[in-house]
């Protein structure tokens, strides 16, 4: 167990460093020049914009720049952006709010999307499943965007049930309705998914044996059958998350919410390397991670895969 | 967004499919008489023949020019002079939209082709070779499958940004680009899974007991059965790319005016979101009517090609 952890770890490495050199190198390209706008109207003084690149190394080459870059990280520094913040203070400032978000999103998407995915799997072919079916189909097409502004226009401002928009002040209420917008989708994804896997699972032998030997139907259900049809279910809501946190970037700008997802987008429309960057990297780090965790559940979950 | 509903069907489409269904039909014959009873394939591809033939010719559908604003009767609901009303600029909503075909059709067949053509081959190098070469190819994979893909597309498209004198190809090429270099690891991952589980049989060792090059049991033996899951996965990967490239729009990086499409509609119909909601209605639902016809399709080629669920 310990050695397959340590082996992941380490083939994570390399794979971390390739990822961030990818972005590095994109993000690096962007055109235009960062000092547009530092010196009010006018353009910056050619000495200010000389003391500029070198204060942030612009005129390094690429791999130098990475390098010294990879080396900071190491020493949890992510860098000063070019308006002297620090991007792990941002960071640390605006994750909560993202992961308070993409948690909510993970809960519905296991809550609702395991309890239709059961429910129309129990009752495969009849109504309910095919309501399943259909609605998740419907989920599944429409753009998590128009669902975004729909529901925001209907439940937001038509009929005021939730706040339409999050601001500054991320509560869990606020946040009910953009999450459940941001894991929609995969909500949908997740029914189908249980669905699939518990009709598969209640024709298997070991079921057929359980019920001629007179075991109860919900003793049945939740300790033989749904076990077994949850193990694709969990690697999906894990693999899941680094779709959320792409999805976040869309969602916190409709709603307006001051988490990573929105602080990424302005880096980028800002032209501020510094913050992509970093923000990017954390990102990727994290979904890793969880990744990682996943695979380590997948064997609490099922016995037969081991990882020795 | 596609690794995640890319897992979620790999993982439906489970185990390519081995063996024959039945004594004396071939597994593609055996799947294509599935298909030919189930009415949702018919429905699907009858939907995507439409959209096809919309993107190729929109002249059959309208003979109103899309690019022609009446600012005069902006916002106008629908009538019979526009079917679908006008949006804000005044263009005829309908005109629009069936010309919005052709760029979402477009990014959704060439990236889908891209990422199928890098995805098997990077697949079929990792699991048919094995040895240093997995290694090297799936770590490659890992670092691009790290990047989830609408984050890959939207520092991409930032990077290398669009004006209005951008020629529609060039357009449309880097949006495949993207979409293709930060998509094609799913499909290699599905691929290389398949080959391990295909070379094994006794009809590839006996190819290579007597005597064939690689090249020729990955072309006769290999391929063809191990494609299955990865067409099924494309199918529906090309309806989440259609997303993927409205979005992109959505935020304003994608495809941009004067470049008609159904994402740039919908980006440009948000601003008049609360008095006239028909003009986002009608290019939301040809997009998502895109999107299902591309799902149904691959939802009903894997239904066909797997025994189990039927």
Known sequence: MYKYILRRLIQMIPVL??????????VY????????????????????????????????????????????????????????????????QRYPVTTKLAAMAILFETVIGIIAGVLAGIRKGKFIDNLVLVSTLFVISVPVFVIGVSL??????????????VGSDATVYRLVLPAFVLGSASIAYAARLTRTNLVEN?????????????????????????????????????????????????TERIFNIQGVGGFLFT??????PVSVVGTVTILVLVFLVVNLLVDLLYGVLDPRISHD | MTEASTIAVGAEAGAPTGGQADEGRSLASDAWRQLKRNPIFWVSVTLIVLFIVMAAVPQLFTNVDPNAAVLKQARERPNANAWFGRDIQGYDIYARTIYGARASILVGVLTTLVTVVIGVTMGVLAGYYGGWLDSLVSRITDMFFAIP???????????????????????VGKVVLVMAVFGWPSIARLMRSSVLQV??????????????????????????????????????????????????????????????????????????????????????LFLSLAVLAFIMLGDAVRDAFDPKSR
Not at chain 1, 155 to 161: S, T
């Open chain 1, 152 to 165: 925001q226009y209907s439940f937001g401002l038509k009929w005021p049930i939730f706040p339409a928009t």
């Open chain 2, 149 to 171: 893909l609408l984050l890959g597309g939207i520092l991409f498209m930032s990077t290398f940004p669009n004006d209005e004198n951008s020629r529609y190809l060039v357009v």
């Open chain 1, 29 to 92: 390209a962007l055109p235009g020049d960062p000092t547009i706008g530092l010196c009010g109207e006018r353009p910056c003084p050619a000495a200010f914009v000389a003391e500029f690149r070198d204060k942030h190394g612009l005129n390094d080459p690429l791999h130098v720049r990475y390098l010294t870059y990879m080396g900071n990280l190491l020493q949890g520094d992510l860098g000063t952006n070019f308006r002297d913040i620090k991007v792990v203070d941002e960071l640390a």
């Open chain 2, 199 to 284: 070379k094994p049989n006794d009809y590839v060792q006996a190819a290579r007991a007597l005597g064939a090059s690689p090249w020729r049991i990955i072309r006769s033996h290999v391929m063809p059965n191990a494609l299955a899951p990865v067409i099924v996965v494309s199918t529906i990967n090309l309806g989440v790319f259609i997303t993927v490239e409205a979005t992109l729009s959505f935020l304003g990086i994608g495809l941009t005016p004067p470049a008609v499409s159904w994402g740039v509609a919908i980006s440009d119909a948000l601003v008049a979101l609360r008095t006239t909601p028909h003009i986002l209605l009608f290019p939301s």
């Open chain 1, 267 to 272: 880096g980028i429309r800002n032209r501020d």
């Open chain 1, 17 to 26: 460093l390739g990822a961030t050199f990818i972005i590095f190198a994109m």
């Open chain 1, 202 to 250: 209640l024709r298997a032998d070991y079921l057929r044996t359980a019920i001629a030997k007179g075991m109860s139907r919900p003793r049945m259900l939740g300790v033989h059958a749904l076990r077994n049809s949850l193990i694709p279910v969990v690697t999906f809501i894990g693999a899941d998350f680094g779709g959320l946190l792409g999805g976040a970037i869309v």
